[in-house]
């Protein structure tokens, strides 16, 4: 899994697997990024080309960090990099969106970040990592010029924060001549985004550089496995977005961290009931490590397992404690601390570890039957599979909001045969899946009901504002995942 070089007649076919009469407008878009890179960096000339993807998860949604699948597929939207190694170690970037400024930094380990929120940050923490992990000699590293676009909206759950940290990786390791094998690196970049203090579970960063155009990839973690999954040729994904953004505000951060949490103390009131039932010791560190398939244990005697450890009420930090035989200390301590150290407040409503724990085990057992109706090409299936997706989004995992539902119902409404939020929650896109011969019934009915309609009804609300129709209303190809390449083999 090395740099990606194709035999292909065009390799942005390859890459976007699109109908040629699309091909002119991504070939245009990398000349101009080619030509700004030249007027940036007046006398140098741009050697290699980096593109990484974002991605849609279709169905899968906050089961990764707990160890199960997910089902995501890399978009034909992405970041592009115009990069040439300069002598030294400093790295300058230009975005090509005006409204982020220029950004340099030395590739000297440590990197120290720039204020919080800060986009250069994402590029610091791909090259802060691989540093870190020893891929490019720290005494020997040298840094680049660059000049990136994206076209992946940003705050709506695509995953744009990953693509910018992966295509930074690549920058840096093709301008220090370095190869990593692509599994290694998801692994690796998953951990080097704490950086930016988020710390998702792996699934952003493997879909990106994993992907393989036209096929959806089912993503099994510890270890890191992709299975590609063919995608129906009579079925689109479209994505919508609610233009809520899905901002990394203290409360959602908060509201993200708790369910976290709360897996955590699903995960040790599951390895004290097995015990006690079965008499075998467990320490699950995630739900996956106590699901009835890793220790053999049938499906429904798990489940009456389950019930019987965790209880189906709200828990006090009190009453967990009670039922692992500990103190609340040790309890907070151990299973309520955040990665900056703190501990989480406890709910006034409780932990809802019930709910978060059923959530997480039916959405990995829709993963699995999704990959076998996809391959089936039994539409209506996936369409049903993604529609109760949503709803345990809604209800156990409570993920959505208001414009979320209302955007979720006038798709079912136009003649989607699924439509679920996609990402964190909170805000952010719905996925939807769209039989070839709807879409322009979808397209319009969407467009009239929900951007014309249910938005300017709610204008009091904060909603993004957008340029065009087409950066929020989009159907996706599965596009191919990250690759680095010599700027005259793709310009050719």
Not at 64 to 71: A, E, F, R, S
Not at 140 to 160: C, R
Not at 265 to 274: P, R
């Amino acid at each position: 899994m090395h740099p990606r070089h194709h035999d292909s007649p065009d390799v942005l076919q390859a890459v976007y697997h699109c109908p040629p009469g699309e091909l002119t407008s991504h070939r245009l878009r990398y000349q101009r990024l080619c030509a700004l890179f030249e007027s940036m960096f007046p006398g140098i000339r741009p050697e290699t080309i980096v593109r990484a993807p974002g991605r849609v998860n279709l169905i899968g949604e906050h089961t990764d960090y707990n160890g199960y699948p997910v089902l995501p597929m890399a978009i034909d939207r992405d970041f592009v990099f115009a990069i040439a190694a300069r002598p030294g170690r400093k790295i300058e970037i230009c975005n090509e969106d005006p409204l982020f400024e220029k950004r340099a930094f030395d590739a000297s380990y440590p990197i120290v970040p720039f204020s919080q929120g800060d986009w250069g940050n994402y590029v610091k923490a791909a090259v802060h990592g691989i540093l870190e992990a020893g891929l490019v000699d720290r005494e020997k590293a040298v840094g680049f010029n660059a000049v990136v676009g994206g076209t992946i909206p940003e705050s709506a759950g695509l995953s744009s924060s990953s693509a910018l940290v992966v295509g930074s990786a690549l920058a840096f390791l093709a301008a220090n001549k370095t190869s990593v094998d692509y599994r290694l690196l998801a692994d690796l970049l998953a951990r080097a985004e704490r950086y930016v203090g988020s710390e998702g579970g792996g699934m952003d960063q493997a879909v990106s550089l994993l992907a393989e155009a036209g096929n959806a990839v089912k993503i099994d973690f510890f270890p890191l496995q992709t299975t590609p999954t063919p995608l129906p040729e009579n079925l689109n994904f479209v994505v919508c977005n609610s233009l809520i953004r899905a901002p990394k505000s203290e409360s959602v951060r908060y509201a993200y961290n708790r369910r976290v949490i709360e897996c955590r103390l699903a995960s040790a009131l599951l390895s004290k009931a097995v015990a006690q039932k079965t008499g075998r010791r467990i320490a699950a560190a995630r739900l996956a490590d106590a699901s009835s398939g890793r220790l053999g244990i049938e499906g429904a005697t798990m489940d009456e397992i389950a019930r019987e450890g965790i209880g189906i009420a709200p828990l006090s930090l009190k009453e967990v404690a009670q039922r692992l035989g500990t103190e609340t200390e040790t309890v907070e301590q151990k299973y309520c601390r955040l990665r900056d150290g703190s501990v989480l407040k406890e709910p006034t409503d409780g932990f809802q570890v019930w709910k978060r724990y059923r959530h997480v085990i039916t959405e990995a057992a829709r993963v699995d039957q999704a990959v076998r109706a996809l391959a089936e090409g039994a539409i209506h299936e996936v369409g049903k599979l993604m529609n109760q997706s949503h709803a345990s989004c809604r209800d156990d995992y409570e993920i959505s909001c208001p414009e979320l539902e209302a955007l979720v119902s006038i798709a079912r409404d136009h003649g989607a045969l699924g439509a679920r939020l996609t990402g964190a929650g909170f805000g952010g896109c719905t996925v939807n899946a769209v039989p070839s011969g709807m879409m322009d019934e979808f397209v319009s009915g969407v467009t009239r009901d929900y951007y014309h309609g249910y938005v300017k009804r709610e204008n009091g609300k904060n909603f993004t504002p957008y340029r065009e129709l087409r950066d929020v209303l989009f159907p996706c190809r599965a596009s191919m995942g990250a690759g680095t390449w010599q700027t005259a083999e793709l310009m050719r």
